[in-house]
């Protein structure tokens, strides 16, 4: 069952997409967490992305060329992005240091917008691929009728 | 799995057996489809192009013992070999960028999707006249 596979395949990308927009969201909320458990400022994070092959075992034997080369994407993890933190002078802060400069996350909010934009769009191409699959498979059940 | 043990193919007809063949293809292309769509912001991710059109095109007019063509325009008469059609599948060239990495056209495979799927209905909407036709067969020559 191809079209039942394609959704499985546009799954695994609606699935990545979430969990992308997920990370973005909470980089736009600590945009300004200056405390962590781990002392520092929030760090901001991104995703990383791998194609992965779809399918049981079987199902690739009994379609060889098709099954290995079908791929899903899954995220691998959730990477935190080094420490270059905006340093800003405010010594009225109660995270200031000894200068008074407290140290923000390196987080720019149009880079996340854009990012999230960007994981909306690809979301809802996945989203078209489904209802596309799902018209397909009703399309052939009216062939019975 | 040779379709011609099918024995009802005879009877149906071999316009149903492309036909069928075509929709198999097409679904197949719609996950390949899919997939690219998947993997857009995957790093690395080559994207995939399903052809067989010039397959079943060669499939429809070689192959079996051929009924001879009087004239060039006749269609050809051997429908067999276009069950067994092997679609072809390859790095979408496309969406090459010349330093063997590749960048998905998000509005073009987009379009390629929607083509598919509307020749998928069309496809499966003819195989149900051709079959709404032999019904009609049944029902009447009884009559």
């Known amino acids: 069952m191809n079209l039942m596979t394609a959704m499985d395949v546009s799954a695994t990308g609606m699935v990545a997409e979430r969990v992308r927009l997920n990370v973005i969201s909470m980089n736009l909320a600590n945009a300004k967490t200056t405390r962590t458990e781990t002392g520092t400022p929030y760090q901001r994070r991104t995703v990383i992305f791998r194609s992965r092959p779809m399918g049981q075992p079987f199902q690739q034997f009994l379609n060889e060329q098709l099954g290995e080369q079908i791929r899903g994407v899954e995220v691998v993890r959730i990477e935190k992005r080094g420490g270059d933190f905006k340093k800003i002078h405010d010594p009225g802060h109660p995270d200031a240091d000894v200068n008074g400069y407290v140290f923000y996350p390196n987080i720019n909010l149009v880079e996340e917008m854009v990012n999230m934009l960007e994981a909306t769009r690809s979301y809802e191409a996945n989203v078209t691929a489904v209802k596309a699959a799902k018209g397909m498979a009703l399309k052939a059940l009216e062939i019975g009728r | ?143």
């Open chain 2, 1 to 143: 799995m040779n379709s011609r043990s099918l024995s009802f193919g005879n009877w149906v007809g071999r316009t149903v057996q492309v036909l069928s063949r075509s929709l198999d293809l097409r679904s197949q292309r719609h996950a390949v489809i899919s997939s690219n769509l998947a993997n857009m912001d995957t790093p690395g991710y080559k994207p995939l192009e399903l052809t067989f059109e010039k397959e079943l095109q060669e499939a429809l007019g070689q192959g079996g013992p051929q009924p001879i063509r009087t004239h060039q325009d006749h269609l050809p008469g051997t429908l067999d070999e276009a069950a067994t059609i092997q679609p072809r599948l390859r790095q979408h060239q496309d969406y090459a960028l010349g330093n063997g990495s590749y960048q998905l056209d998000l509005d073009r495979e987009m379009a390629r999707l929607a083509q598919n799927s509307v020749a998928y209905e069309v496809t499966a909407q003819l195989i149900a006249r051709k079959l709404a036709g032999l019904r009609l067969a049944i029902n009447e020559g009884g009559k």
